[in-house]
Each structure stands twice: as structure tokens, then as C-alpha cells.
């Protein structure tokens, strides 16, 4: 049986185990709600958005829904709530359905119930269900947030006992025009791989202008930091220029200098003012510079490549257009705390600037989180290419020992290898993982470096890892104690890393496979990194996380 008829046949036996739950009876012997008397619609909903859910009762219920959800008075996200419905009753709820699976649960308990259990993190809830729905987490109801708002969950050990659950189908949209081997499957939503991609295309473009002043091409490369450098500055135009298309009405362009009298390039910062939390600002950011070419030796020369790159379109204009796909997303949802989307000057460098930025933060602002974009799209799904075949620049040592390349999942500050130091940002990015972004089979959580735990892990696919050593922007965050969770894929495995040969047409030949074509698995890939920032965000405003050891 293959791989989608075995998912389809599975929740059908789901669909009939969440109807047949309320026969049976709690351990105290109150009698489990019949999941039948729920109706939700529409069914199928749509994977992605913000959407609104109708739900009616045949019979008094209190329903969980363990989703992000708006609030109707405020319009800001919530983690999760609850709705209490009497016989007969009807609600409407606006609810981000989940954007990488097929399957949407709520659970169902008696009126007035205090607690709920939940699944693990690293699993789904369909396997969960499949699995007898036994729990060792809860989440306990408490109060609104804001007065005549949504209730609120909050972790709980008490789980409350036994509860029927009922099941929707999802469905994500193929964007008109796209094919599934050129991204389709993963081309809608507020956020996507596809959107993400096509800045990627706009920015690496190499096709020739002779008219262009900046580098000679349609696109933005020689990103190289430093005074005066062309491409980098006509590249932070561009940016300035997206950010304000938006609706950023506050864009600044921060310049530092490293060495007295020898100015750096700036990073480029979009400010959104939180509506309850000014003075507590959540930065998500990327590094727009690229490693300048110091040895340019043509490699059709049968020469080294040399240091260096023209284009950097995975290292780090995927990270760059992965917060411009995120910041346009973000721009019309309010939040409590204020927002800033920068993309980093001479990251590559020595983190100068993001360093130079966290210098000059002022003294009434706090940081609650960071998230960080630093290289992605060699990862999970691709695998490992035979090292016969040769690629497009004319080169062929690819690494076929690797079966897997890592989607990495790195949180900090860390301060040692053996023990989980931020447990609760762990938790949140394996929640996630687990199910709304569809990658429960491949995830493992890993203490410390990779190394040899990650082959002991068996080479899964996703890694949450915690490290002592941070390598790129996230560093400086983690010097003024911010909690920070960061993306990224294959680091000094990836042949082109640094090298002249780090291109589109160079990422989409690595991730071709048996499966999938390059173009899909690279599109798929960024898609999972641009819906993990962006509900990591959404899940952050609501609820920081705090450096545990503080």
C-alpha cells in the first residue's frame, strides 16, 4: 500500500474511532460526550488561513480547541481556548488552520470542565488518537485574557481523564498556474515556500543588465558589507522599498561602524508598535550580506572555486526572503509587543551587525525573543547525491554518505551539552513539529552538537537541538539573555557553502531525489522554515519565553 493511500485509509479508522468514543465511560464513571452530537463546518477546511469555524451542539459541551486562534474583540492570536456550548448552541471562531496536515481535532468534555489532556509534542494528534489518547500533559482552562475575551489555556499535569474528539479534514490549495513539481503543493496560505521562493528568484537573478548600475544584473548580488559597496547598497534600496510596500511606516537603515572611521554597511530594521507591550519588542531576523570573493578562479578552469560568492542564495538570501514572506504576512495582524524584522550587514563578517544593534538598543526596551533565518532549502527533504553525478557548474563531489541532511532547529542560550537548559522554547518548536507542520515522522530531539547523537538518532530528518556555540546572528541576542530559536539546514557539508557556486539552479540540483524533483523538495523545504517562523512568532507574542536559568 503506498504512502497517501495509507494516510487515507488511516483517518478513515480515525473518523470512526471519534465517533465511536462516546459509547464508553470515564474511570469515575461519568459518561464520555458522543463525539457525533459536534458539527463543524465547513469540512474540508483550508490549511493555512485564517479561517471561520462553525461549530454546533446537540447536547451542553465544552469544546478544546488546541489551535492558534483570534481573539473577536482585540484581533490578536491566542494559543489555543476552549468553547462552552449549550444544547442546541452554535459558535463561530476564527481559528489558523493548520498549514502541513491533513487533520484538524478538537476535543470534547462535560460543561464546566477545568482540565483537558493533551498529546506529547512529538506526535500528532492523529496518532495520539490512534495510540488510545493516553496522556501525561494537560492544559487547565484559566481566565480571559482580556475582559469578555477567549478563555485561556495554561500548561497543566492534570489531565482531567478521558475525552471523545471529533475530526475535520484540511485541504491546501494549489496556487492557479503552479504545477506540483514546481511548488504547487505548498503555494497558499498567509505564508508560503512558494512566495518565499519567488523573492528568492527575484533577489539571486543573474540574468545580465547592462543597464544596472549596481551589479550588472536583474537581480541583487554582490552583497558584499562594507562602505560603498554597489550591490550591497542598491540590495538595502530594494529591501527599504519592500518593507514600505507593506505598510511599514518606520524602516530604518542602521549604520555602525567596526573600526574608528571605517563604517560598515547598515542593517535594514522595520519597526511595528505592540498596542499593550510597547517597551517589549520580538525581533526576527536574517543576515543580507554574502561572503565576498576573495580568490575568483573559474571553475571550468579546473581550478578551486575560491572564497566567496556573487549570488549567496543559500547563504543567506533564503533567510532574507524567508522574514520579507513573514514580515509581509505579519504587517496586518496587531500585536501586543512591538515587532522588528531585520535583515543583518556583516553577519558574515564576524556578526558585526546584529552586534552593533544590540549595542544601541535603548535602555527602556526589552527583548523577549529572537528568531533567526541563517541558511535553508539543502536540507530535509533532500538526501544525499551520489558523488558521480556532476552538477551544474561542472563540479560533482557531493556527499553520498549523508542519507539524510538536517532541517536544524537550534535554540540557546545553551550552556550545557547534557541538559536541556530552555525546555519550555523546546517544547513549543516540537509541538509544532509534531503536528501542524506535518513532520512528526522525521523529527528527533537532540541535547548539545549533532555529532554522533544524530546518527544514533537514526538521521532524522528534523533536529531540535540545543548547542553551547552559536555561529551566526543569534549569538548576540543570546549575550543579553534572550531566549532565540533559529533555522537552517546543511552547514560545511554543502560543497557551494561560501563558494561561487552558491545558486538556485546549484540548490535545486542537490535536492532533486527519488521522490520528489528539486524544484518541489526546495520549495517544500522553505515552506516548512517560513511556516515555523511564523508560528513560532505568533505563539511567542502570546506567550514569551524567558531564559529558564535567569
Not at 56 to 61: S, T
Not at 94 to 116: A, C, H, K, N
Not at 448 to 466: Q, S, Y
Amino acid at each position: 500500500m503506498g504512502r497517501v493511500e495509507y494516510h487515507a485509509l488511516l483517518l478513515i479508522l480515525l473518523f470512526l474511532n471519534a465517533s465511536m468514543v462516546g459509547c464508553f465511560a470515564n474511570d469515575d464513571g461519568s459518561e464520555i460526550l458522543d463525539a457525533d452530537a459536534l458539527n463543524i463546518a465547513p469540512d474540508p477546511l483550508t490549511a493555512g488561513i485564517f479561517q471561520s469555524v462553525y461549530f454546533k451542539a446537540d447536547e451542553a459541551m465544552r469544546v478544546l480547541i488546541p489551535y492558534l486562534v483570534l481573539q473577536p474583540t482585540t484581533g490578536y492570536v491566542q494559543n489555543g481556548t476552549v468553547l462552552d456550548l449549550g444544547e442546541n448552541e452554535e459558535s463561530e471562531i476564527v481559528i489558523l488552520i493548520p498549514p502541513r496536515i491533513d487533520s484538524f481535532v478538537v476535543l470534547i468534555g462535560e460543561p464546566g470542565r477545568e482540565y483537558f489532556p493533551i498529546r506529547e509534542g512529538n506526535i500528532s494528534w492523529a496518532t495520539w488518537i490512534e495510540s488510545g489518547m493516553k496522556a501525561s500533559r494537560g492544559v487547565e482552562i484559566i481566565s480571559s485574557e482580556f475582559e469578555n475575551n477567549l478563555l485561556q489555556l495554561s500548561n497543566s499535569t492534570e489531565t482531567g481523564g478521558s475525552v471523545s474528539v471529533k475530526m475535520a479534514s484540511i485541504i491546501r490549495p494549489i496556487a492557479a498556474s503552479v504545477s506540483v513539481e514546481n511548488g504547487g503543493m505548498h503555494s497558499t496560505g498567509i505564508v508560503s515556500g512558494f512566495e518565499t521562493f519567488n523573492m528568492l528568484s527575484v533577489l539571486s537573478d543573474e540574468t545580465t543588465d547592462p543597464f544596472d548600475t549596481c551589479d550588472g544584473a536583474k537581480g541583487y548580488l554582490n552583497r558584499w558589507a562594507g562602505m560603498g559597496s554597489p550591490g550591497y547598497e542598491c540590495g538595502a534600496d530594494f529591501l527599504v522599498a519592500e518593507f514600505t510596500e507593506y505598510g511599514y511606516d518606520n524602516v530604518e537603515r542602521h549604520r555602525f561602524q567596526y573600526i574608528e572611521g571605517n563604517p560598515e554597511a547598515y542593517n535594514i530594521c522595520a519597526y511595528k508598535e505592540g498596542y499593550e507591550y510597547p517597551d517589549e519588542w520580538m525581533v526576527i531576523g536574517a543576515h543580507f550580506d554574502i561572503a565576498p570573493i576573495i580568490a575568483p578562479t573559474p571553475v571550468d578552469m579546473g581550478a578551486p572555486r575560491g572564497y566567496g560568492t556573487r549570488v549567496g542564495a543559500y547563504d543567506n538570501t533564503v533567510g532574507t526572503s524567508v522574514v520579507l514572506n513573514m514580515a509581509e504576512a505579519m504587517f496586518d495582524i496587531p500585536t501586543r509587543r512591538g515587532i522588528v524584522f531585520c535583515l543583518w550587514s556583516s553577519e558574515e563578517g564576524g556578526k558585526r551587525g546584529s552586534i552593533a544593534w544590540v549595542d544601541d538598543i535603548p535602555d527602556e526596551i526589552t527583548i523577549s525573543n529572537y528568531i533567526n533565518i541563517d541558511m535553508g532549502g539543502v536540507n530535509w527533504p533532500g538526501n544525499g547525491t551520489p558523488s558521480d553525478r556532476v552538477g551544474p557548474d561542472g563540479t560533482g563531489s557531493y556527499p553520498a554518505s549523508q542519507e539524510n541532511w538536517p532541517f536544524r532547529v537550534y535554540i540557546g542560550p545553551d550552556t550545557e551539552e547534557d541538559v536541556i537548559n530552555q525546555p519550555k522554547m523546546v517544547y513549543l518548536a516540537e509541538w509544532l513539529a509534531g503536528d501542524a507542520l506535518g513532520v512528526e515522522e522525521q523529527l528527533a530531539v537532540l541535547n548539545g552538537e549533532l555529532g554522533a547523537a544524530w546518527a544514533e538518532a537514526g538521521e532524522p530528518g528534523i533536529i531540535i537541538n540545543e548547542a553551547t556555540t552559536a555561529r551566526s546572528d543569534h549569538a548576540s541576542f543570546q549575550a543579553i539573555d534572550t531566549v532565540t530559536v533559529g533555522f537552517g539546514g546543511l552547514v560545511d557539508g554543502y560543497d557551494c557553502y561560501h563558494q561561487t557556486c552558491d545558486t538556485i539552479d546549484e540548490m535545486i540540483y542537490w535536492m532533486e531525489n527519488d521522490h520528489a524533483s528539486g524544484m518541489q523538495n526546495l520549495i517544500n523545504s522553505v515552506d516548512l522554515m517560513t511556516w515555523y517562523g511564523t508560528m513560532i512568532f505568533l505563539h511567542l507574542d502570546h506567550q514569551p519565553i524567558l531564559n529558564s536559568y535567569l
